[in-house]
T-cell receptor
Framework: AQSVSQHNHHVILSEAASLELGCNYSYGGTVNLFWYVQYPGQHLQLLLKYFSGDPLVKGIKGFEAEFIKSKFSFNLRKPSVQWSDTAEYFC??????????FGAGTTVTVRA | DVKVTQSSRYLVKRTGEKVFLECVQDMDHENMFWYRQDPGLGLRLIYFSYDVKMKEKGDIPEGYSVSREKKERFSLILESASTNQTSMYLCASLLGQNLNYGYTFGSGTRLTVV
């Protein structure tokens, strides 16, 4: 399995603060990259994805992520978080086939 | 919307029992997956199936088997449940090899083995 590292286990923020979650992967070839989110009590859902082209991708709910090939990174960002962004966030990588390898996840708690 | 339905939300079983976790999807997806989700470890792939009666091992298949007799149903089987299989189990499906919409996940089954 490909290695996917998420740097932060738990992040606590106040509303309106900026958020950045790190994600690094260990494969040197072409990859497809994803961020998934799991809100409390809900199923995992796709936040955004990168396949090719513009390395800055925008997803739902104001999230964006930047693919930096030289750093093997795909960090997730949001300029101003809301209480409703409290969730667990997973980075995932796909190479060659259609299986996904997930990182350990980052729990984000936004304080009102 | 594609729906992936897992039959049980919570399950408690005894050590040594044979356990069946059921997953059904309603959009004719070829590919189905079973992951387990553990704190600090994220999601790890147990098995996946790319067609009826076809299966492949994922990263952690030991202690598990699967069955896919019909396209819409993918079952995960714990032959003899052990306490280290206490976990959240997630089923997912995917249409063909089109990752553009990502996987569709079920709500999960939280299994406790006592």
């Amino acid at each position: 399995a490909q290695s996917v590292s998420q740097h932060n286990h738990h992040v606590i923020l106040s509303e309106a603060a900026s958020l950045e979650l790190g994600c690094n992967y260990s494969y040197g070839g072409t990859v497809n990259l994803f961020w998934y989110v799991q809100y409390p009590g809900q199923h995992l859902q796709l936040l955004l994805k990168y396949f090719s082209g513009d390395p800055l991708v925008k997803g739902i709910k104001g999230f964006e992520a930047e693919f930096i090939k030289s750093k093997f990174s795909f960090n997730l960002r949001k300029p101003s978080v809301q209480w409703s962004d409290t969730a667990e966030y997973f980075c995932a990588v796909n190479i060659n086939d259609y299986k996904l390898s997930f990182g350990a996840g980052t729990t984000v708690t936004v304080r009102a | 919307d594609v729906k992936v339905t897992q039959s049980s939300r919570y399950l408690v079983k005894r050590t040594g029992e044979k356990v069946f976790l059921e997953c059904v999807q309603d959009m004719d997806h070829e590919n189905m997956f079973w992951y387990r989700q553990d704190p600090g470890l994220g999601l790890r792939l147990i098995y996946f199936s790319y067609d009826v009666k076809m299966k492949e091992k994922g990263d952690i298949p030991e202690g598990y088997s699967v069955s896919r007799e019909k396209k819409e149903r993918f079952s995960l089987i714990l032959e003899s449940a052990s306490t280290n299989q206490t976990s959240m189990y997630l089923c997912a499906s995917l249409l063909g090899q089109n990752l553009n919409y990502g996987y569709t996940f079920g709500s999960g089954t939280r299994l406790t083995v006592v």
